[in-house]
């Protein structure tokens, strides 16, 4: 993967005109001009698919396939202090316990429909779910998963992943080394690399594994009255962000707002929006685990850049508060997985937020 340098991070935005601190919590206001400098250094890179009816067609041959709810959280709504809270909850998804079920799993079906699965080795490196889709589909159409994880990856974790058959190696004290490593693995062994992120060279597969997270939002759509005026989407890599954001786009245009939500010590997304090219980052490991990526997947910036209106950090004990918040509205899940809320609990005014606010947040995975 190529990136500028970290110590890049943080040019271009005049103080006091784009940003806004409250607290812990930091908001970047995306304008056309910020956009634009990040478009112009991605003409080669696709922008998402909004395709959702293709994997949602697939997926309903699954025999573990269904909705996930939409659920409302009046008790969320009123410690954010807004009229309505929607929870499109999807701690459920496929037994596997996360939205990522949509995304490696569906690559490798439809790899399976062109006679292409059986027999391969995929591999992957993970910082959480993507493993387990990876696994998952590997075991569903009689593949082999071989995942690369980084030293702060819970052993627990990698015992689940060999529950599903997946071979599973160390390397790296962080997600991006392991990435590195599963790169090479798939160099030399001839492997197919299924990453979730993407770079110049790789846009094929995670552009196909970023549609699968569609269907999520598609049934999101179809489960809500009315349109929020406001989402609230936590990212990592980003993709899960940009295939809400752009299919939220299509079904809703520029009504709702939309703020992406990162760890302040991973701020691929946010930095890179600041500086106007991709950025990459450093930082101490994040309790937000999932979210701990110092890169942004270079699909899920481009369509962020277009999609997106804010950009915001949230501290470490901001994302532990925003699990606790889910816990006690009865949605029990990782400060990963609740950091829209954790987000959303601390925005405010600095995203436009009052009391007649309609919110729809993501619940991206179980409790663990």
């Known amino acids: 993967m190529v990136g500028p340098s970290a110590a890049d991070v943080g040019l271009g935005v005049p103080k006091g005109k784009m940003c806004c601190q409250t607290g812990g919590m930091d908001v970047l206001h995306k304008t056309p ?16 698919s909004v ?21 409302d959280a009046p008790d969320l709504a009123k410690a954010a202090g807004v009229g309505q809270v929607h929870i499109k909850d999807e701690r459920g998804r496929m037994g596997l316990g996360s939205f990522k079920a949509l995304g490696a799993a569906y690559v490798i079906a439809r790899d399976a429909e062109e006679g292409n699965a059986k027999g391969r080795t995929y591999v992957t490196a993970s910082a959480g779910n993507h493993g387990l889709s990876v696994a998952a589909g590997a075991q569903a159409f009689g593949a082999r998963a071989v995942v690369y994880l980084a030293d702060t990856v819970p052993e627990g974790f990698a015992d689940r992943l060999c529950s599903f058959g997946a071979d599973v190696v160390r390397h790296g004290a962080i997600y991006e080394e392991a990435m590195a490593g599963a790169a090479q693995a798939a160099r030399d062994n001839g492997w197919a690399l299924l990453s979730d992120s993407s770079w110049p060279g790789y846009l094929d597969r995670p552009h196909t594994l970023m ?21 609230f989407l936590q990212a990592g890599v980003g993709g899960l962000a ?5 299919y939220a786009r299509v079904a809703w245009g520029d009504a709702p707002r939309i703020v992406v ?11 890179s929006i600041k500086a106007g090219s991709a950025q990459v980052t450093e930082g101490p490991d994040s309790a937000m685990g999932r979210l701990d990526c110092k890169e942004p997947s270079l699909i899920a910036l481009k369509g962020l850049a277009r999609d997106a209106d804010d950009f915001m950090l949230i501290t470490e004990a901001e994302g532990v508060a925003g699990s606790a918040a889910c816990a006690d509205a009865g949605f029990p899940t990782t400060p990963s997985g609740g ?26 995975e179980q409790a663990s």
């Open 211 to 231: 549609e699968g997270y569609l269907v999520l939002m598609q049934e999101a759509v179809a489960q809500m009255h009315t349109p929020p005026t406001h989402i």
């Open 261 to 271: 939500v990162e760890p302040e010590v991973a701020p691929a997304l946010y930095a």
């Open 339 to 364: 950091a829209g809320v954790a987000g959303l609990l601390v925005a405010g005014a600095a995203v436009g937020l009052t009391t007649e606010s309609r919110v729809l947040v993501i619940l991206s």
């Open 51 to 71: 395709d959702a009816d293709r994997p949602a067609a697939l997926l309903t041959r699954c025999p573990a396939a269904a909705v996930t709810p939409l659920s």
């Open 33 to 48: 001009a910020l956009a634009d400098a990040v478009l112009a250094t991605l003409a080669d890179i696709p922008f998402p």
């Open 242 to 246: 940009t295939a809400c954001a752009a």
